[in-house]
């Protein structure tokens, strides 16, 4: 199975400071198809996960263009350009290319 | 509205059985992958299961092979996932997600407990 690490495990950050997640995988998340699956999703407190960016650095409809990704291979990192209130949860990255899916520990971010 | 709702959750004697459900409803449900995560109480997500969208391929965690088994009745719209010899570490919230590589749509969950 991949494994999916992430690092940090927790994150306090100032409203409107910049905040980056990052997330290693044990083998290559880029498929011969051209396209790298990986992921990342943020559950808020309370509520299902939901889903923020796909396919490494596509924004999912609705999410704000703070959120971005970047990466390939086995390296990837979610960055908040300018964290506010709503962005506390823990987020997730998770690879869809093996059918068996995998997350990441998940990383805790609270406001300061 | 796209939406999954999950039912048949509950309390559970370790070594019992139960059988979840996922209503699927403003999407096409036959054309996707679907899946279920659990998630035990403080902790991350964990991805169970899926089934592709003609029922013929099937994948699960280890943990869970050969006590969990996902179906899916495309003619009703909904995902289910039989839990026998229940154990106190299947203890979770299930929810069930559309699977397209990534998970696009997430129930709202349902609680299952295994104690005594």
């Known amino acids: 199975d991949i494994v999916m690490t992430q690092s940090p495990l927790s994150l306090s950050v100032t409203p409107g400071q910049p905040a980056s997640i990052s997330c290693k995988s044990s083998?290559?998340?880029?498929?011969?198809?051209?396209?790298?699956?990986l992921y990342w999703y943020l559950q808020k407190p309370g509520q299902s996960p939901q889903l923020l960016i796909y396919?490494?650095?596509s924004r999912f409809s609705g999410v704000p263009d703070r959120f971005s990704g970047s990466g390939s291979g086995t390296d990837f990192t979610l960055k908040i350009s300018r964290v506010e209130a709503e962005d506390v949860g823990v987020y997730y990255c998770?690879?869809?290319?093996?059918?068996?899916?995998?997350f990441g520990q998940g990383t805790k971010v609270e406001i300061k | 509205e796209v939406q999954l709702v999950e039912s048949g959750g509950g309390l559970v004697h370790p070594g019992g059985s139960l059988r979840l459900s996922c209503a699927a409803s403003?999407?096409?449900?036959?054309?996707?992958?679907m899946t279920w995560v659990r998630q035990a109480p403080g902790k991350g997500l964990e991805w169970v299961a899926n089934?592709?969208?003609?029922?013929?391929?099937?994948y699960y965690v280890d943990s869970v092979k050969g006590r969990f088994t996902i179906s899916r009745d495309n003619a009703k719209n909904s995902l289910s996932l039989q839990m026998n010899s229940l154990r106190v570490e299947d203890t979770a919230v299930y929810y069930c997600?559309?699977?397209?590589?990534?998970?696009?749509?997430w129930g709202q969950g349902t609680m299952v407990t295994v104690s005594s």
């Open positions: 997600a559309r699977d397209m590589g990534g998970f696009d749509i």
């Open positions: 403003g999407f096409t449900f036959s054309t996707y992958w």
């Open positions: 089934i592709k969208e003609d029922g013929s391929e099937k």
């Open positions: 083998e290559s998340l880029l498929h011969s198809d051209g396209r790298t699956y």
């Open positions: 396919e490494v650095s």
């Open positions: 998770m690879q869809g290319i093996n059918l068996l899916r995998t």
